[in-house]
């Protein structure tokens, strides 16, 4: 086998590398070949940031030039002031008038084994007709439009038709059910919800239409539904409603070819996508035109290391930033190839990615730590039985990634010759803001290393003061970038309050992090009510509510423990009303509650019966026990605690669960 031969470092057991803190610097082949190679696009970028990200912008297609790079009131910021531009059209005309006209522009692969391929003429062919279908049912710019769909090319074409004709998108993940899918169309006010009939998981249908029609029961807003067809059902099996529903390719039918973009000003809004925060209520992020498609172009081709004959594979589903930004807009602004898979990577067997992989001949693969851990577990076997050769580059993002499984990414998958970027970045920042750059940095496995040229990040105390090499604090921006949040739908104060509050002028990130002697950043996780299960942003408060709304919760709390593979789990603590006795069959009942309500990637792990929450004198309760409980730490400080007998009662429950 390839990877056998290697020798060297790869041979080295994982203990001894991981002991000895190796340091891995960029393979000389990869370095030599690198797009950026020069350390010095750090000073530069430093001297000149607006310079910076303005050489960036030159490199696109903007209708009318911008007056300024930057206007900064904080937490106000707009980015190309005046310029025009379009980011549809940058992401497909712009290639057609050269010899990525004919170049796959995406890979797809169905849960079920269909391969399709899409040029980028054909892409934007199908853009153009979706653009103009979108219009026909009365959609303008400004208009919201929801997407809930599964992972297929006409996903990205909605959204690329949107971008168009600047209306703005919601995409909303298809492993959310009816409720939470509901709550964003209202708060988006969307006029047309675009979805399918189902997505096959595992050999399993999501039944996306039904929770579509159970969510419009309470969405007045939406005017018309455009149901893709994805060949989970018959047609026939699938109710529409007349005068709303609409088949895809009926919508598309007698649609014109030609769409002209629209002239998009730089700071017109281009998408709204929802995530948790610590109410129970989801954020909005806004993200507008200019400065986004600034930001992730840069990042992805230097994070990346975009070529000509990449094929390039991210695996993040649609439904968050990081497939919007590095599925579908990222890739394509640097006209590369971009492969999009549909289902689960156990079906039909452990080795499916492996065999996506081979088949397609991916170079570059970004994904999250929660899937590497997995694979950990279900053992190199898996790997090993294709030729993984193709790989050049790996990524991660969405959670810390631990030094173990680090290794195992770069030794197992990358063959020991890729070089493994560990990306730091949130919804709302939009693009990669804390990463190596593969042909420079030399990367510590669990570090995010150093920010992107132009980015300024700190590690600060409770009083906003940089701390020292070693301690911990929390994780700051301290300069705007052009991808960047413009506000949160609907409430600017919010906005403000949530992430510009804590540190006047300062974005607060809500996670916590350290520095080392050589100022890497090592990034600790979220110090907020925010629980980060398999890379999924989950809001403590949002599973909590939707508990009590259950008729046997009386007070539900709910706080993350760490899990091996998922990095953290849910652990609900909740009290029953008088009448009722609690059992094995209402834990489960439970658990399928928040599933149904939110989504199964929600499902707390345990749910944990208490006659009564451990609260302060002042009635609130104390999470932080909460935590320690489940993670059978230590009690942290008790002498605040209303009731000691509570947290002793719980400590005993959580030892017999522990022990069997
Ligand atoms: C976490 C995903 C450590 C972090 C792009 C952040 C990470 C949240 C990393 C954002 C990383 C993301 N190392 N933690 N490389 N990347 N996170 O909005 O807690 O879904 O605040 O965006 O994920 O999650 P979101």
Not at 3 to 19: C, F, N, Q, Y
Not at 222 to 233: D, N
Not at 256 to 270: F, I, K, R
Not at 333 to 346: F, H, I, K, S
């Amino acid at each position: 086998m390839e990877r056998e031969k290697m020798g060297g470092p790869v041979e080295a057991p994982l203990e001894a590398i991981l002991e000895e803190e190796r340091v891995f610097p960029p393979p000389p082949q990869f370095r030599e070949q690198a797009n950026v190679r020069d350390p010095q696009v750090y000073q530069e970028a430093e001297r000149d940031p607006e310079g910076f990200w303005e050489r960036w912008a030159r490199e696109l297609t903007w209708f009318q030039p911008w007056e300024k790079v930057l206007e900064w009131d904080p937490p106000w910021a707009k980015w190309f002031v005046g310029g025009k531009t379009n980011l549809a059209y940058n992401c497909l005309d712009r290639h057609l008038m050269g010899p990525r006209r004919n170049k796959a522009a995406i890979i797809w692969e169905g849960e079920p084994g269909e391969v399709r391929i899409l040029t980028y003429w054909e892409l934007y062919r199908q853009v153009c007709r979706f653009a103009n279908a979108l219009k026909a049912l009365g959609v303008r710019k400004g208009d919201r439009v929801t997407i809930y769909m599964p992972m297929v090319p006409e996903a990205a074409v909605a959204m690329l038709a949107c971008a168009r004709i600047g209306a703005v998108h919601s995409v909303v993940f298809a492993g959310f059910t009816a409720d939470a899918l509901r709550d964003r169309i209202q708060d988006a006010q969307a006029k047309v919800l675009v979805t399918a009939e189902g997505l096959w998981r595992r050999g399993n249908i999501l039944p996306l239409k039904e929770y579509a029609d159970q969510a419009l029961e309470a969405c007045p807003t939406v005017e018309k539904v455009v149901v893709f067809h994805r060949g989970c059902k018959e047609k026939e099996q699938v109710p529409m409603r007349r005068g709303r529903d609409i088949w895809w390719d009926e919508a598309i039918a007698s649609a014109a070819l030609q769409c002209p973009p629209e002239e998009m000003d730089a700071e017109d809004m281009l998408y709204i996508l929802y995530t948790s925060g610590t109410t129970g209520k989801p954020k909005g992020v806004v993200h507008t035109t200019g400065g986004y498609m600034v930001g992730i172009y840069a990042t992805t081709q230097w994070v990346f290391d975009i070529k000509e004959g990449d094929t390039y594979w991210c695996t993040a589903d649609i439904g968050w930033v990081t497939g919007h930004s590095y599925v579908i807009y990222g890739p394509l602004l640097c006209g590369a190839t971009t492969l999009m898979y549909e289902g689960a990577p156990d079906w039909p067997q452990r080795d499916r990615w492996w065999s996506i992989i081979e088949r397609h001949g991916v170079t570059i693969l970004y994904t999250a730590p929660t899937a590497i851990r997995t694979f950990m577990r279900w053992g190199e076997e898996w790997p090993g039985r294709h030729d993984l050769s193709s790989l050049r580059l790996l990524g991660t993002v969405g959670e810390p990634i631990n030094p173990e499984a680090w290794v195992w990414y770069w030794r197992h998958i990358g063959g020991g010759r890729c070089p493994v970027v560990d990306t730091w970045w949130q919804t709302e920042t939009g693009m990669i803001m804390i990463t190596p750059l593969p042909g420079i940095t030399h990367c510590k496995p669990g570090s995010a290393t150093l920010p992107f040229p132009g980015v300024r990040a700190e590690v600060v105390d409770e009083r906003g003061q940089p701390v020292p090499p070693g301690a911990g604090g929390y994780l700051v921006l301290t300069r705007p970038w052009p991808a960047m949040l413009r506000v949160l739908y609907g409430d600017p104060e919010r906005y403000k309050v949530q992430y510009w509050s804590r540190f006047p002028g300062v974005y607060f990130t809500g996670d916590g992090a350290r520095r080392d002697q050589d100022g890497y950043f090592w990034i600790v996780g979220r110090i907020d009510d925010v629980v980060n299960v398999s890379g999924h942003r989950i809001g403590t408060m949002e599973v909590e509510s939707i508990l009590v709304e259950h008729p046997a919760v009386a007070e539900a709390a709910v706080v993350g423990r760490s899990h091996e593979v998922k990095g953290q789990a849910l652990w609900a603590f909740v009290t029953l009303r008088d009448d009722v006795v609690a059992g094995p069959s209402l834990e489960e009942e439970l658990r399928e509650h928040v599933s149904k309500r939110i989504g199964a990637f929600a499902r707390p792990d345990r749910v944990i019966f208490t006659p009564e929450l451990p609260k302060t004198r002042s009635g609130k309760i104390m999470r932080r026990l909460l935590r320690d409980i489940a993670e059978g730490r230590a009690l942290g400080d008790v002498t605040t605690l209303q009731d000691p007998e509570v947290v002793r009662s719980l400590k005993e429950q959580y030892e017999h669960i522990e022990g069997g």
